[in-house]
């Protein structure tokens, strides 16, 4: 669903006023420079994804203009080929000069995650905002797989912030949902967690898989009220200690510093273990009827639970992004490394996953902690929370 541009904006160095018009038709085309990969060329993807047009930007004169607009020059815009160019700018501000070839970060998934984007591109009531290497959308991703509500999966350049995106996340962050209300504007959602918990309720409501302990049919409320305690719980110390680790460990330059990181995340992630190990014999040893559910995979005969796909994305970023670029392995028990094993190979988690290269070409300025990579990268480096 295409929507008209708003008629003023905030640009980074200032208030805009823009007025929609006609595409030109013969702007030069050159994205060398721009380092967002698509199937043609990142930038053309990134005004197409709003205006429906293939219109791209002349990157020479964007790369003069993003300069000026750095040191707070161009202050104001008020045409159609100003306003594409400063909306093009604002992804490549975000980014350190492009090294000749380097990709920075890819537009569109690849591997098994294409298919499955592929596969959910009609028209339906949910609307996923994805960015292929975005673990916290593969959060929400996993999850709508598995609980098999019908959904559309668009990509978007999240560096691009296309319009629409802001409508439905005020950050210009993914995962975005936006709700495609048959007689009524559109809703928006945003913040992976909340609309994790939202597509859990909506997959309780009909009667589709859940990762929570279900509450239908309990054999005991009392038990199933703790045990879904426990798993979010557990979700919540993935997202307030390991996932934090994880940029700390993955953004720290100095060798020291990055001992440092990979021993946080070694922590973080030996403290989840045994809290869920100890659940999980909690659970053997306590409950007239044992209801694994709490812990997900981690059960070794479990199904999919919350807190498996809190932390998948990121687990799996292990295996590769963190393997590549700090050398680093999960400190794994033989009940951890069984829980992997079954996580990272579940059907629902293989659809959402694109190829190593994908990640590994994407992670780089977070290896690197190259100027303004992203938002979450810039919260690392204050030491703030997470966006
Ligand atoms: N707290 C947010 C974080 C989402 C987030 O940071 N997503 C990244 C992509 S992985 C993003 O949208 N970045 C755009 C930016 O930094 O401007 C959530 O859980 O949904």
């Known amino acids: 669903m295409q929507r008209a541009w708003s008629t003023s904006r905030q640009a980074t160095q200032g208030t805009l006023s823009c007025v929609k018009g006609q595409a030109p038709s013969s702007m030069s085309v050159s994205t060398a420079k721009i380092r967002s990969v698509g199937s043609a060329s990142g930038l053309a993807h990134a005004n197409a994804a709003y205006t429906g047009s293939e219109t791209a930007c002349n990157t020479s004169d964007l790369t003069r203009k993003a300069t000026r607009a750095i040191n707070g020059e161009i202050a104001c815009q008020d045409d159609w080929q100003g306003v594409e160019q400063l909306r093009c700018m604002s992804a490549q501000q975000r980014f350190s000069v492009a090294k000749e070839g380097q990709v920075d970060y890819h537009r569109f998934a690849d591997g098994q995650a294409a298919q499955t984007a592929k596969s959910h591109s009609g028209a339906e009531y949910i609307t ?38 802001m409508q439905v ?25 909340v609309i994790l918990d939202y597509f859990e309720e ?58 440092e990181g990979r021993k946080a995340l ?14 999980y014999k909690d659970e053997q040893d306590a409950m007239t009827k044992p209801d694994m559910s709490a812990v997900g995979l981690y059960a070794p005969n479990g199904t999919l ?14 295996t590769n992004v963190m393997k590549h670029y700090r050398d680093f392995t999960l400190p794994c028990d033989d ?36 100027p303004n990579t992203s938002q979450v990268a810039n919260s690392t480096n204050a030491g703030s929370g997470l966006p």
């Open 305 to 318: 639970g919350y807190v498996d796909v809190h932390i998948v994305p990121w687990v799996f970023r292990c």
């Open 202 to 259: 909506t997959a309780a409501a009909a009667g589709k898989p859940t990762l929570l302990p279900a509450l239908l049919n309990a054999h005991s409320i009392n038990d199933v009220l703790y045990q879904r305690s426990v798993a979010r719980f557990a979700a919540d110390q993935v997202n307030r200690h390991f996932i934090p680790a994880f940029y700390r460990a993955l953004q720290a330059q100095e060798p020291e510093k990055q001992t």
């Open 335 to 370: 009940a951890a490394k069984s829980w992997l094993d079954r996580l990272l190979s579940h059907k629902s988690v293989l659809a959402t996953c694109s190829s190593e290269k994908l990640y590994l070409d994407s992670y780089a300025r977070y290896a690197e902690n190259r």
């Open 266 to 279: 070694s922590e973080a992630f030996e403290k989840l273990t045994s809290m869920l190990a100890k659940a």
């Open 169 to 193: 996340s005020p950050r210009g962050l993914v995962p975005a949902v936006r709700l495609n209300e048959p007689d009524g504007p559109p809703r928006g959602i945003a913040e992976s967690t």
């Open 128 to 165: 996923l905002f994805s960015s292929p290497f975005c673990p916290f959308v593969q959060r929400a991703w996993v999850s709508l797989e598995h609980s098999g509500l019908p959904y559309h999966l668009t990509e978007v350049d999240v560096y691009a912030k296309p319009d629409e995106l």
